[in-house]
Protein backbone atom coordinates (compact mmCIF):
# COMPACT_ATOMS: atom_id res chain seq x y z
CA UNK A 1 0.00 0.00 0.00
CA UNK A 2 1.08 3.34 -0.87
CA UNK A 3 0.39 5.29 2.02
CA UNK A 4 1.51 8.73 0.28
CA UNK A 5 0.09 8.20 -3.00
CA UNK A 6 -3.29 7.22 -0.89
CA UNK A 7 -3.15 10.45 0.91
CA UNK A 8 -2.72 12.57 -2.36
CA UNK A 9 -5.55 11.18 -3.47
CA UNK A 10 -7.67 12.18 -0.03
CA UNK A 11 -8.16 15.76 0.34
CA UNK A 12 -9.48 15.43 3.60
CA UNK A 13 -6.17 13.94 4.81
CA UNK A 14 -4.73 17.96 3.78
CA UNK A 15 -4.93 19.81 7.22
CA UNK A 16 -6.76 18.14 9.33
CA UNK A 17 -6.42 14.40 11.39
CA UNK A 18 -9.82 12.70 10.57
CA UNK A 19 -10.05 10.09 13.49
CA UNK A 20 -13.47 9.59 12.79
CA UNK A 21 -13.58 6.51 9.96
CA UNK A 22 -16.41 4.97 12.14
CA UNK A 23 -18.34 8.02 12.03
CA UNK A 24 -17.74 8.74 8.32
CA UNK A 25 -14.38 8.07 6.80
CA UNK A 26 -13.08 10.53 3.81
CA UNK A 27 -14.21 9.98 0.50
CA UNK A 28 -11.05 9.80 -2.37
CA UNK A 29 -10.93 11.92 -5.02
CA UNK A 30 -12.25 9.29 -7.55
CA UNK A 31 -15.06 8.92 -5.43
CA UNK A 32 -15.92 12.36 -5.22
CA UNK A 33 -15.47 12.85 -8.93
CA UNK A 34 -17.92 10.23 -9.75
CA UNK A 35 -20.17 11.69 -7.64
CA UNK A 36 -20.08 14.97 -8.95
CA UNK A 37 -19.81 14.17 -12.51
CA UNK A 38 -22.85 12.35 -12.34
CA UNK A 39 -24.67 15.40 -10.76
CA UNK A 40 -22.96 17.51 -12.90
CA UNK A 41 -24.70 15.43 -15.70
CA UNK A 42 -28.40 15.71 -13.93
CA UNK A 43 -27.79 19.22 -13.92
CA UNK A 44 -27.08 19.98 -17.50
CA UNK A 45 -29.14 16.93 -19.59
CA UNK A 46 -31.75 15.88 -16.54
CA UNK A 47 -31.98 13.19 -13.64
CA UNK A 48 -33.83 10.25 -15.99
CA UNK A 49 -31.83 11.30 -18.92
CA UNK A 50 -28.56 10.79 -16.63
CA UNK A 51 -29.39 7.75 -15.36
CA UNK A 52 -29.83 6.11 -18.68
CA UNK A 53 -26.59 7.38 -19.70
CA UNK A 54 -24.81 6.12 -17.01
CA UNK A 55 -27.08 2.66 -16.52
CA UNK A 56 -23.60 0.77 -17.22
CA UNK A 57 -21.64 2.13 -14.34
CA UNK A 58 -24.50 1.82 -11.92
CA UNK A 59 -24.81 -1.87 -12.51
CA UNK A 60 -21.35 -1.83 -11.70
CA UNK A 61 -21.86 -1.25 -8.20
CA UNK A 62 -23.75 -4.66 -7.89
CA UNK A 63 -20.95 -6.01 -9.23
CA UNK A 64 -18.49 -4.60 -7.15
CA UNK A 65 -20.60 -5.40 -3.69
CA UNK A 66 -21.14 -8.53 -4.42
CA UNK A 67 -17.35 -9.30 -5.19
CA UNK A 68 -16.72 -7.56 -1.93
CA UNK A 69 -18.63 -10.07 0.17
CA UNK A 70 -18.44 -12.79 -1.76
CA UNK A 71 -22.34 -12.52 -2.69
CA UNK A 72 -24.06 -13.05 -6.43
CA UNK A 73 -25.00 -9.80 -7.88
CA UNK A 74 -29.06 -10.57 -7.58
CA UNK A 75 -28.48 -10.78 -3.57
CA UNK A 76 -27.38 -7.37 -3.05
CA UNK A 77 -29.95 -4.54 -2.72
CA UNK A 78 -28.63 -0.79 -2.79
CA UNK A 79 -30.29 1.65 -0.31
CA UNK A 80 -30.26 4.69 1.58
CA UNK A 81 -27.94 3.82 4.58
CA UNK A 82 -27.79 0.65 6.72
CA UNK A 83 -30.40 0.82 9.16
CA UNK A 84 -32.78 1.18 6.61
CA UNK A 85 -30.85 -2.19 4.73
CA UNK A 86 -31.39 -4.04 8.64
CA UNK A 87 -34.99 -2.66 8.63
CA UNK A 88 -36.34 -3.99 5.43
CA UNK A 89 -34.52 -7.55 6.43
CA UNK A 90 -35.64 -7.82 10.03
CA UNK A 91 -39.10 -6.06 9.53
CA UNK A 92 -39.74 -9.17 7.19
CA UNK A 93 -39.29 -11.77 8.99
CA UNK A 94 -42.29 -13.14 10.31
CA UNK A 95 -42.31 -13.06 14.36
CA UNK A 96 -44.59 -14.98 16.40
CA UNK A 97 -45.92 -15.10 20.04
CA UNK A 98 -43.50 -16.90 22.05
CA UNK A 99 -40.73 -16.78 19.36
CA UNK A 100 -36.97 -15.96 20.58
CA UNK A 101 -34.55 -13.37 19.05
CA UNK A 102 -31.04 -14.15 20.35
CA UNK A 103 -28.20 -10.94 20.15
CA UNK A 104 -25.48 -9.84 21.72
CA UNK A 105 -24.66 -7.12 24.20
CA UNK A 106 -22.78 -4.95 21.60
CA UNK A 107 -25.69 -4.61 19.86
CA UNK A 108 -26.46 -1.33 17.85
CA UNK A 109 -28.94 0.90 19.39
CA UNK A 110 -31.12 0.92 16.51
CA UNK A 111 -31.13 -2.52 15.99
CA UNK A 112 -31.90 -3.15 20.27
CA UNK A 113 -35.04 -0.57 19.91
CA UNK A 114 -36.36 -2.99 16.32
CA UNK A 115 -36.26 -5.74 18.81
CA UNK A 116 -38.18 -3.99 21.79
CA UNK A 117 -41.09 -2.72 19.20
CA UNK A 118 -41.32 -6.84 17.79
CA UNK A 119 -41.39 -7.63 21.47
CA UNK A 120 -44.29 -5.08 22.59
CA UNK A 121 -46.26 -5.83 19.34
CA UNK A 122 -45.70 -9.43 18.60
CA UNK A 123 -44.72 -10.74 22.28
CA UNK A 124 -41.71 -12.31 20.88
CA UNK A 125 -38.71 -12.53 23.73
CA UNK A 126 -35.40 -11.22 22.71
CA UNK A 127 -32.46 -12.18 25.10
CA UNK A 128 -29.01 -11.13 25.31
CA UNK A 129 -26.37 -13.54 25.18
CA UNK A 130 -23.61 -13.11 27.42
CA UNK A 131 -20.05 -12.27 26.74
CA UNK A 132 -17.20 -14.49 27.00
CA UNK A 133 -14.15 -13.36 29.27
CA UNK A 134 -12.65 -11.15 26.73
CA UNK A 135 -16.30 -9.12 26.05
CA UNK A 136 -16.93 -11.13 22.60
CA UNK A 137 -20.24 -13.01 22.73
CA UNK A 138 -19.80 -15.76 23.97
CA UNK A 139 -20.72 -18.65 21.25
CA UNK A 140 -20.97 -21.59 23.76
CA UNK A 141 -23.43 -19.26 25.83
CA UNK A 142 -25.46 -19.19 22.67
CA UNK A 143 -25.25 -22.94 21.65
CA UNK A 144 -26.59 -23.26 25.37
CA UNK A 145 -29.34 -20.59 24.24
CA UNK A 146 -30.89 -22.58 21.46
CA UNK A 147 -34.11 -24.24 21.33
CA UNK A 148 -36.97 -24.47 18.64
CA UNK A 149 -38.58 -21.68 19.23
CA UNK A 150 -35.17 -19.77 18.42
CA UNK A 151 -36.35 -17.72 15.06
CA UNK A 152 -33.71 -15.14 14.53
CA UNK A 153 -29.57 -14.55 15.66
CA UNK A 154 -29.19 -10.66 15.04
CA UNK A 155 -25.51 -9.89 15.51
CA UNK A 156 -23.60 -6.45 15.36
CA UNK A 157 -20.30 -7.62 13.62
CA UNK A 158 -18.42 -4.68 15.10
CA UNK A 159 -20.18 -2.60 17.57
CA UNK A 160 -20.36 1.34 17.28
CA UNK A 161 -19.00 2.37 20.42
CA UNK A 162 -15.92 0.02 20.46
CA UNK A 163 -12.86 -2.23 18.54
CA UNK A 164 -14.40 -5.46 19.55
CA UNK A 165 -14.87 -7.97 15.95
CA UNK A 166 -17.76 -10.63 17.51
CA UNK A 167 -16.53 -13.35 16.21
CA UNK A 168 -19.06 -13.52 13.46
CA UNK A 169 -18.26 -17.15 11.74
CA UNK A 170 -18.34 -18.88 14.93
CA UNK A 171 -21.90 -17.92 15.49
CA UNK A 172 -22.66 -18.56 12.07
CA UNK A 173 -21.73 -22.30 12.12
CA UNK A 174 -24.05 -22.14 15.36
CA UNK A 175 -27.02 -20.42 13.22
CA UNK A 176 -26.77 -23.27 10.18
CA UNK A 177 -26.55 -26.16 12.60
CA UNK A 178 -30.03 -25.09 13.95
CA UNK A 179 -31.38 -23.54 10.53
CA UNK A 180 -31.29 -19.91 12.51
CA UNK A 181 -32.05 -17.24 10.12
CA UNK A 182 -28.98 -15.04 10.76
CA UNK A 183 -28.74 -11.18 10.35
CA UNK A 184 -25.42 -9.94 10.46
CA UNK A 185 -25.06 -6.07 11.18
CA UNK A 186 -21.82 -5.20 9.23
CA UNK A 187 -22.02 -2.07 9.02
CA UNK A 188 -18.28 -1.23 10.53
CA UNK A 189 -16.62 -4.28 9.59
CA UNK A 190 -17.31 -3.97 5.83
CA UNK A 191 -14.54 -2.15 4.15
CA UNK A 192 -12.09 -2.93 7.00
CA UNK A 193 -11.59 -6.20 6.80
CA UNK A 194 -12.45 -9.59 4.55
CA UNK A 195 -16.19 -10.24 4.27
CA UNK A 196 -17.00 -13.14 2.85
CA UNK A 197 -21.40 -14.52 3.53
CA UNK A 198 -20.32 -18.00 2.43
CA UNK A 199 -17.44 -18.22 5.39
CA UNK A 200 -19.75 -16.54 7.90
CA UNK A 201 -22.93 -18.30 7.31
CA UNK A 202 -25.51 -15.17 7.51
CA UNK A 203 -28.62 -15.18 5.42
CA UNK A 204 -28.85 -11.45 5.69
CA UNK A 205 -26.15 -8.67 6.05
CA UNK A 206 -26.17 -5.06 6.09
CA UNK A 207 -23.64 -2.65 6.12
CA UNK A 208 -23.50 1.24 5.17
CA UNK A 209 -21.43 3.28 2.17
CA UNK A 210 -19.54 5.95 3.98
CA UNK A 211 -18.06 4.50 6.50
CA UNK A 212 -14.81 2.43 6.20
CA UNK A 213 -15.51 1.65 2.11
CA UNK A 214 -14.93 5.70 2.21
CA UNK A 215 -18.27 6.00 -0.12
CA UNK A 216 -20.40 9.11 0.06
CA UNK A 217 -23.40 9.45 2.60
CA UNK A 218 -26.79 8.39 2.16
CA UNK A 219 -25.61 4.96 0.40
CA UNK A 220 -25.97 0.94 2.01
CA UNK A 221 -26.55 -1.86 0.99
CA UNK A 222 -28.48 -5.14 1.72
CA UNK A 223 -27.15 -8.69 1.35
CA UNK A 224 -29.73 -11.40 1.11
CA UNK A 225 -28.86 -15.13 0.56
CA UNK A 226 -31.04 -16.46 -2.24
CA UNK A 227 -32.24 -19.25 -0.27
CA UNK A 228 -33.98 -16.65 1.77
CA UNK A 229 -35.25 -14.73 -1.04
CA UNK A 230 -38.45 -15.92 -2.21
CA UNK A 231 -39.38 -17.01 2.05
CA UNK A 232 -38.67 -12.83 3.23
CA UNK A 233 -40.97 -10.69 1.87
CA UNK A 234 -40.22 -6.64 2.48
CA UNK A 235 -42.31 -4.99 4.80
CA UNK A 236 -42.56 -2.47 1.98
CA UNK A 237 -43.39 -2.85 -1.69
CA UNK A 238 -43.39 -0.26 -4.42
CA UNK A 239 -43.64 -0.08 -8.36
CA UNK A 240 -39.86 -1.23 -8.42
CA UNK A 241 -39.97 -3.77 -5.73
CA UNK A 242 -43.11 -5.47 -7.77
CA UNK A 243 -45.01 -5.34 -10.54
CA UNK A 244 -48.45 -4.49 -10.75
CA UNK A 245 -49.57 -7.69 -13.23
CA UNK A 246 -53.20 -7.05 -12.67
CA UNK A 247 -56.41 -5.45 -11.31
CA UNK A 248 -55.93 -7.54 -8.09
CA UNK A 249 -52.18 -8.65 -8.58
CA UNK A 250 -48.82 -7.97 -7.90
CA UNK A 251 -45.51 -10.43 -8.12
CA UNK A 252 -42.64 -9.07 -6.03
CA UNK A 253 -39.42 -8.71 -7.92
CA UNK A 254 -37.08 -12.50 -7.98
CA UNK A 255 -33.68 -10.74 -6.99
CA UNK A 256 -33.20 -9.20 -3.70
CA UNK A 257 -34.24 -5.39 -5.68
CA UNK A 258 -36.93 -6.30 -3.90
CA UNK A 259 -35.61 -4.73 -0.73
CA UNK A 260 -35.30 -1.05 -2.67
CA UNK A 261 -37.67 1.39 -3.66
CA UNK A 262 -37.91 3.63 -7.34
CA UNK A 263 -36.25 6.37 -6.58
CA UNK A 264 -32.74 6.28 -5.48
CA UNK A 265 -29.35 8.65 -5.06
CA UNK A 266 -27.88 7.66 -8.52
CA UNK A 267 -25.07 9.97 -7.79
CA UNK A 268 -24.54 8.15 -4.67
CA UNK A 269 -24.60 4.64 -6.12
CA UNK A 270 -22.47 5.39 -8.68
CA UNK A 271 -19.33 6.76 -6.30
CA UNK A 272 -20.25 3.91 -4.20
CA UNK A 273 -19.15 1.50 -6.62
CA UNK A 274 -15.99 3.48 -7.30
CA UNK A 275 -15.24 3.39 -3.55
CA UNK A 276 -15.88 -0.02 -3.27
CA UNK A 277 -13.84 -1.24 -6.58
CA UNK A 278 -10.72 0.47 -4.72
CA UNK A 279 -11.03 -1.14 -1.83
CA UNK A 280 -11.03 -4.29 -3.22
CA UNK A 281 -8.63 -3.55 -5.32
CA UNK A 282 -6.73 -2.60 -2.32
CA UNK A 283 -6.91 -5.84 -0.94
CA UNK A 284 -9.25 -6.62 2.78
CA UNK A 285 -6.76 -8.34 3.72
CA UNK A 286 -4.16 -5.75 3.74
CA UNK A 287 -6.50 -2.80 4.89
CA UNK A 288 -7.67 -4.98 7.79
CA UNK A 289 -3.57 -5.54 8.48
CA UNK A 290 -2.85 -1.58 8.27
CA UNK A 291 -5.56 -0.43 10.11
CA UNK A 292 -5.57 -3.07 13.07
CA UNK A 293 -1.51 -1.96 13.18
CA UNK A 294 -2.37 1.52 13.33
CA UNK A 295 -5.17 0.84 16.08
CA UNK A 296 -2.65 -1.37 17.91
CA UNK A 297 -0.13 1.40 18.18
CA UNK A 298 -2.34 4.04 18.99
CA UNK A 299 -3.96 1.75 22.04
CA UNK A 300 -0.36 1.25 22.94
CA UNK A 301 0.61 4.73 22.77
CA UNK A 302 -2.91 6.04 24.83
CA UNK A 303 -2.23 3.55 27.56
CA UNK A 304 1.03 4.82 28.26
CA UNK A 305 -0.35 8.35 29.24
CA UNK A 306 -1.51 9.32 32.91
CA UNK A 307 -5.06 8.86 33.52
CA UNK A 308 -6.07 7.13 29.93
CA UNK A 309 -8.30 4.14 29.70
CA UNK A 310 -9.07 2.30 26.82
CA UNK A 311 -11.76 -0.02 26.93
CA UNK A 312 -11.65 -1.81 23.70
CA UNK A 313 -12.85 -5.51 24.40
CA UNK A 314 -12.99 -9.09 22.30
CA UNK A 315 -10.85 -11.05 21.13
CA UNK A 316 -9.84 -9.72 17.75
CA UNK A 317 -10.03 -6.23 17.33
CA UNK A 318 -10.41 -3.68 14.61
CA UNK A 319 -9.59 0.26 14.00
CA UNK A 320 -11.66 1.23 16.81
CA UNK A 321 -9.95 3.01 19.22
CA UNK A 322 -12.51 3.98 22.76
CA UNK A 323 -11.10 5.61 25.86
CA UNK A 324 -11.37 8.00 28.87
CA UNK A 325 -9.62 10.05 30.40
CA UNK A 326 -9.65 10.05 34.03
CA UNK A 327 -11.83 13.44 35.48
CA UNK A 328 -12.23 14.71 32.10
CA UNK A 329 -15.73 14.64 30.28
CA UNK A 330 -15.06 12.66 26.62
CA UNK A 331 -17.52 15.77 24.98
CA UNK A 332 -15.20 18.25 25.88
CA UNK A 333 -11.40 16.28 25.07
CA UNK A 334 -13.92 15.56 21.52
CA UNK A 335 -14.16 19.15 21.30
CA UNK A 336 -10.73 20.53 22.10
CA UNK A 337 -9.17 17.60 19.54
CA UNK A 338 -11.79 19.17 16.91
CA UNK A 339 -10.24 22.93 17.59
CA UNK A 340 -6.57 21.52 17.19
CA UNK A 341 -8.13 20.41 14.34
CA UNK A 342 -8.23 16.43 15.24
CA UNK A 343 -11.23 14.76 13.98
CA UNK A 344 -12.78 12.19 16.86
CA UNK A 345 -16.30 11.56 17.79
CA UNK A 346 -17.66 10.09 21.28
CA UNK A 347 -19.94 7.22 21.94
CA UNK A 348 -22.55 7.37 24.63
CA UNK A 349 -24.03 4.97 27.03
CA UNK A 350 -27.79 5.76 25.52
CA UNK A 351 -26.60 4.28 22.05
CA UNK A 352 -25.21 1.37 23.55
CA UNK A 353 -27.02 0.50 26.95
CA UNK A 354 -26.73 -3.66 26.90
CA UNK A 355 -22.75 -2.40 26.59
CA UNK A 356 -21.70 0.93 27.95
CA UNK A 357 -23.82 0.65 30.92
CA UNK A 358 -23.17 -2.35 32.65
CA UNK A 359 -19.62 -1.82 32.44
CA UNK A 360 -20.16 1.83 34.05
CA UNK A 361 -19.22 3.86 31.13
CA UNK A 362 -21.27 7.01 30.33
CA UNK A 363 -19.91 8.33 27.16
CA UNK A 364 -16.02 7.21 25.80
CA UNK A 365 -13.83 8.82 23.15
CA UNK A 366 -13.76 7.10 20.00
CA UNK A 367 -10.92 7.48 17.50
CA UNK A 368 -11.23 5.39 14.62
CA UNK A 369 -7.99 4.68 12.43
CA UNK A 370 -7.85 3.96 8.83
CA UNK A 371 -5.68 3.10 6.21
CA UNK A 372 -4.69 6.13 4.92
CA UNK A 373 -3.84 8.15 8.67
CA UNK A 374 -0.45 8.12 9.77
CA UNK A 375 2.03 7.43 13.25
CA UNK A 376 2.62 11.19 13.04
CA UNK A 377 -1.01 11.68 13.38
CA UNK A 378 -1.48 9.35 15.89
CA UNK A 379 1.37 11.09 17.83
CA UNK A 380 -0.22 14.12 17.04
CA UNK A 381 -3.49 13.19 18.59
CA UNK A 382 -1.61 11.83 21.91
CA UNK A 383 0.35 15.21 22.29
CA UNK A 384 -2.89 17.22 21.68
CA UNK A 385 -4.48 15.10 24.20
CA UNK A 386 -2.80 16.22 27.45
CA UNK A 387 -3.89 19.91 26.31
CA UNK A 388 -7.28 19.00 25.50
CA UNK A 389 -7.94 17.77 29.12
CA UNK A 390 -5.94 20.52 30.83
CA UNK A 391 -8.66 23.30 30.82
CA UNK A 392 -11.68 20.72 31.70
C1 LIG B 1 -22.96 -1.07 14.09
C2 LIG B 1 -23.80 -0.10 13.34
N1 LIG B 1 -24.92 -0.52 12.75
C3 LIG B 1 -25.72 0.31 12.06
C4 LIG B 1 -25.42 1.65 11.94
C5 LIG B 1 -26.34 2.54 11.19
O1 LIG B 1 -25.81 2.93 9.98
P1 LIG B 1 -26.54 4.04 9.10
O2 LIG B 1 -26.37 5.33 9.84
O3 LIG B 1 -25.85 4.00 7.77
O4 LIG B 1 -27.97 3.66 9.01
C6 LIG B 1 -24.26 2.15 12.55
C7 LIG B 1 -23.93 3.57 12.47
O5 LIG B 1 -23.16 4.11 13.22
C8 LIG B 1 -23.43 1.25 13.26
O6 LIG B 1 -22.30 1.66 13.85
Not at 10 to 19: A, D, E, I
Not at 27 to 41: F, G, I, N, P
Not at 134 to 149: F, K, N, P, T, Y
Not at 205 to 229: D, H, I, N, Q, V
Request: hydrophobic share 40%; with cysteine; proline share 4%.
Amino acid sequence: MDIEELRRDTPGCVGRTHLNNAGAALMSRQTLKAVTSHLELEARIGGYEAAAAASETVEHTYDALARLVGADRDEIAFVENATRAWDMAYYGLPFQEGDRILTARAEYASNAIAFLQTARKHGVSVEIVPDDESGQLSVDALRGMIDERVRLIAVTHVPTQGGLVNPAVDIGRVAREFGITYLLDACQSVGQMPIDVAEIGCDLLTATGRKYLRGPRGTGFLYCARSMLERLEPPFLDLHAATWTGPDSYEVRADARRFENWETYYAGKIGLGVAVSAAVELGLDAIEQRVTELAESLRRRLRALPGVLVHDQGQRRCGIVTFTVAGHDPHHIADQLRAQRINVSVSIADYARWDLEPRGLDAVVRASVHYYNTHDELDQMCIALPSATAHD
